[in-house]
């Protein structure tokens, strides 16, 4: 039987896995068809849109390290050229850091030597005779400890039963995005990477092909609304995609002056997104359950803040291992 499975591909858990890969058997589950979570990119023929996170930043020195190690190896590299900023916010910008063929490049890394399994949602779960026990709708799967690493809401969903209350009532809230993915026929090579805006309906704007990873004559383009704008279309944006659709191109329009109609688009929303508040802990491991929980959600809304949230269980696991051999 496995020692470890960990429910979730995205950053948080595959830096977990790839922490304790060495020393347990392990296992990594995810519904997604491919591995990356909120870093996926979506590929449409030879284009492609990060249509989840669009960079990758630092802000400690382990992380930066690490960053500088996938770009020694060619995993990532940095996104230049122009980066506007009409929010006026003043921020210290760390450099960006892009995937070489996507931003999920990271997490590919990462699990490159771990056993993984896509397209498994995990519907529940249960702990007997010493076992947990994850079931698909259509299999069950066996091992010794557990770590779940999506988002807040999604883990409580599946584990509530076996957590302890502190857990259980942690304020956690998180908001929703919705990503427009939009391509025009004809490029005018832009000299500009990405916009920061922050109206009522978009938050960012991204120059896909500014990333260099596509040879095409279409501009692409992702759009990312803000989270309050998203909060009221979520649950009803699927049922009328093209009039949502159309009132963001509209503002997208607005701002950078086309009046083109897309020749291609897709909107993908994404329910749990960022969250806006964080907690007092960085991970939870319980060495005696076996179960532990990870994501971005205990620290931040960052991809540094899901590694950290990973490197964080890995010392207590190590402090504390589970009793499975
Ligand atoms: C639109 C958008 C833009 C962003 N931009 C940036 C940015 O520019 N820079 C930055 O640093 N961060 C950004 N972020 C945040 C960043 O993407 C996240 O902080 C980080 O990816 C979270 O990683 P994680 O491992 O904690 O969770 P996730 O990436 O959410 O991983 C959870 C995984 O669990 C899987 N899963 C969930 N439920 C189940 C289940 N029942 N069974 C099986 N698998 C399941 C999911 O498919 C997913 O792969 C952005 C996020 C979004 C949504």
């Known amino acids: 039987m496995i020692d470890f499975c960990i429910v ?27 591995p990356g979570g909120r870093t996926s990119t979506r590929r449409y023929h030879n284009i492609s849109f990060d249509h989840g996170s669009h960079y990758i930043s630092s802000s400690s020195s382990s992380f930066h390290n690490f960053l500088k190690l996938l770009e020694k190896k060619k995993f990532i590299r940095k996104w230049d050229k122009n980066h506007l900023d009409l929010s006026f916010e003043i921020k210290n910008h760390s450099k960006k850091f892009i995937g070489n063929k996507g931003n999920n490049d990271l997490c590919k890394f990462l699990i490159k030597n771990v056993e993984k399994d896509f397209r498994k949602e995990i519907r529940k779960i249960k702990f007997t005779n010493n076992t947990w026990v994850l079931y698909t709708t259509k299999d069950k799967i066996f091992c010794k400890s557990l770590i779940l690493s999506c988002p807040f809401p999604q883990s409580l969903r599946l584990l509530r039963n076996y957590l302890p209350k502190k857990i259980k009532n942690l304020r956690v809230v998180m908001s929703p995005i919705i990503t427009l993915m939009v391509a025009f026929k004809k490029n005018k090579n832009i ?12 938050d960012k704007i991204t120059y896909e092909n500014s990333k260099k990873r596509f040879k095409t004559d ?3 383009w992702t759009i990312q609304t803000t989270s309050s704008y998203a909060k009221k279309i979520i649950n009803k944006y699927k049922a009328k995609k093209k009039f ?3 009132e963001i191109m509209r503002e997208f329009n607005n701002i950078t002056g086309q009046n083109k109609k897309p020749f291609f688009y897709n909107i993908h929303g994404w329910k749990y997104a960022f969250n806006k508040s964080t907690t007092d802990l960085k991970s939870y491991w319980d060495s005696k359950k076996k179960i532990g929980l990870i994501g971005d959600w205990f620290i931040g809304p960052s991809i540094e803040d899901a590694w950290n949230s990973a490197q964080n269980i890995y010392v207590k ?9």
């Open 191 to 202: 000299p500009i990477s990405s916009i920061k805006i922050k109206n009522h309906i978009i």
């Open 8 to 34: 979730g591909s995205g950053v948080s858990g595959s830096t977990l896995a790839y922490l304790i890969n060495k020393k347990y058997s392990i296992k990594i589950l995810d519904k997604a068809k491919g």
């Open 244 to 246: 949502y659709t159309a």
């Open 317 to 325: 696991i190590k402090k504390n291992p589970p009793k499975i051999k």
């Open 218 to 220: 279409l501009s692409c």
